[in-house]
């Protein structure tokens, strides 16, 4: 039986967190406790390949993908499966674990979800640095979803990270979103975008502001 409070007060958001609690369920995670992406990826048959292992990539544009490129990508699946079914899944190292934990989770929320790429193999030359490899094009190209499933996606995998019934707990208790953030290893920004979301946000700003910070 669902407790009082469990869930957030909007018909949306309350479905989003319902399949992001069936996540935590299968992941098998007490209610408070930090939900690990990359233990959870081999279930959705992600494979998580590090940046540096990805052959053929040109200096200049490691450089570019690392540096002036870095916020034009956060990450994704491959497009081709392996032979064995799994899809091979890149993060960018610049945004460093926290963000790359919420990257993750979205991924793995589409293939939880059953979401069908809309299109295959993009070549979008702005968001998709990637895909301009030569050779690689083909192998490389990001999945794409519409734009519902990719709202869906993201939402559900925050939900999943930082559970809305620990929330907001955490809020009521006068924690910060820093605080927040480091109990769940995520970042301070996700922690924010789910107070907004849950409508926490009048209570965790009057935490902040009237409350000294205590650990
Ligand atoms: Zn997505």
Request: net charge positive; aromatic share 8%; proline share 5%.
């Amino acid at each position: 039986m669902m407790e009082l409070f469990s869930l957030p007060p909007s018909d949306k958001r309350k479905q989003y967190e319902l399949r992001a609690l069936a996540l935590r369920d299968f992941a098998g995670v007490a209610s408070a406790e930090p939900l690990d992406p990359f233990a959870l990826a081999q279930f959705a048959k992600l494979l998580v390949v590090d940046f540096d292992q990805i052959k053929g990539l040109s200096e200049e544009s490691r450089e570019h993908l690392l540096g002036a490129g870095t916020e034009e990508w956060s990450g994704g699946a491959c497009s081709q499966p392996l032979p064995n079914g799994w899809r091979i899944v890149i993060l960018n190292p610049a945004h460093g674990t926290h963000r790359n934990r919420a990257t993750l989770m979205e991924e793995i929320s589409h293939v939880f979800l059953g979401h069908k790429p809309n299109r295959l193999a993009v070549v979008d030359e702005g968001r998709n640095p990637i895909v301009r490899e030569g050779a690689q094009r083909a192998k490389v190209a990001a999945r794409d979803y519409n734009k519902s499933d990719e709202e869906a996606a993201y939402a559900i995998g925050a939900a999943a990270l930082v559970p809305y019934a620990a929330l907001r707990q955490l809020v009521f208790g006068g924690r910060t979103a820093e605080q927040i953030a480091r109990r769940f290893h995520v970042s301070r920004q996700l922690v924010e975008y789910r107070i907004k979301v849950t409508h926490l946000w009048a209570i965790h700003k009057g935490a902040s502001t009237s409350r000294p910070q205590h650990v």
